[in-house]
């Protein structure tokens, strides 16, 4: 039997704990919006230049993937746009010519979240603490964020748009 790669293009929450939730989306858990930080704070600007590269893996995916770009271009997308040393954008460049629509993949879930965290904050109303929206996230293991909103807002028609029914 020979083994073969297969890519799924649903995006799929990867979490082992809250730090590590926090880690991967910093500008959603650490947003000023959360109080965590000061504006014009470092550790705000650090979030910034985290999410302006992260936005360049978007252009890198799609057009080193449908070979519009040769993987130089790519490395010199990541030090234009995404402001990265050339090390880190040749590093960044190889991830995403080694891993067809992950970095995409990446994106859309943290937007899902994102949303998903707005959609449970107005359910919660005055009753909203993050540390809760955490664990529940969490507690779940790694699904499709479409069944965890169904668990987490008791919303079927989320997972019905996720099923097409």
């Not at 668990?151 to 028609?157: F, N, S, V």
């Amino acid at each position: 039997m020979r083994n073969r790669r297969i890519f799924i293009f649903a995006p799929r929450l990867k979490i082992r704990g809250r730090s590590s939730v926090t880690k991967e989306f910093p500008d959603i858990f650490f947003s000023s919006r959360t109080g965590l930080y000061p504006n014009n704070s470092p550790a705000q600007g650090q979030i910034l230049r985290l999410s302006r590269y992260r936005a360049a893996r978007i252009g890198v995916d799609v057009n080193l993937h449908t070979g519009r770009w040769s993987f130089e271009q790519a490395v010199k997308y990541f030090m234009d746009a995404g402001g990265l040393d050339r090390e880190a954008a040749e590093g960044e460049a190889a991830g995403a010519a080694s891993e067809p629509t992950q970095k995409i993949s990446y994106i859309i879930g943290k937007w899902q979240i994102m949303n998903l965290l707005g959609r449970y904050k107005d359910r919660q109303g005055e009753n909203f603490r993050l540390g809760a929206f955490h664990d529940d996230l969490i507690k779940n293991g790694s699904l499709p964020v479409s069944i965890i909103e169904w668990i987490l807002l008791e919303d079927p028609t989320a997972l019905q748009k996720a099923t097409n029914q």
